[in-house]
């Protein structure tokens, strides 16, 4: 087992250079062939060309979206990051046009590792929060336009 500070680094590594700078070049260096990402209950678990689709269309859509770090917790083979999303939508996003607005949410992510390599991930991200700021949908209870 390594140690919970070797799974941290790879873990920020992924973060801070695989999708902050949209290098896909990292998923195959410290994902398992056969990793698993959850990401929503309504959707089945994605392998890893599905999680790097996903880096590339919120990098389309929001060119220059970053993950910061808040915390970073580590036991084990087990890594778990709050972190701090900002972009700005610059193309389509789930149908949505683009319209130029900012967002700022939040997201906790599991990083589950084996062996130096990241094998399982959960993210929960307020993405009901991106699409009311983004103006996609209204919040509830405030008038319709």
Do not use: Y
């Not at 770090?69 to 890594?79: F, H, L, Q, S, Y």
């Amino acid at each position: 087992m390594a140690s919970s500070e070797a799974n941290k680094a790879i873990v920020r590594r992924l973060l801070e250079e695989g999708f902050n700078k949209n290098d896909l070049s990292l998923w195959d260096e410290l994902t398992s062939p056969d990793v698993t990402m959850h990401s929503s209950p309504l959707a089945p678990p994605g392998d890893r060309d599905a999680w790097m689709n996903s880096v590339r269309g919120f990098h389309q859509a929001f060119p220059g979206i970053s993950a910061s770090i808040d915390m970073m917790v580590a036991e084990g083979d087990t890594v778990v990051v709050l972190e701090t999303i900002t972009g700005t939508q610059s193309d389509e996003f789930l149908g949505f046009p683009s319209n130029e607005t900012e967002f700022t949410i939040h997201a906790t992510a599991i990083f589950e590792l084996r062996d130096g390599r990241i094998i399982k991930t959960t993210t929960v991200a307020d993405m009901m929060g991106a699409l009311v700021q983004l103006g996609h949908i209204p919040l509830p209870g405030s008038p319709r336009p």
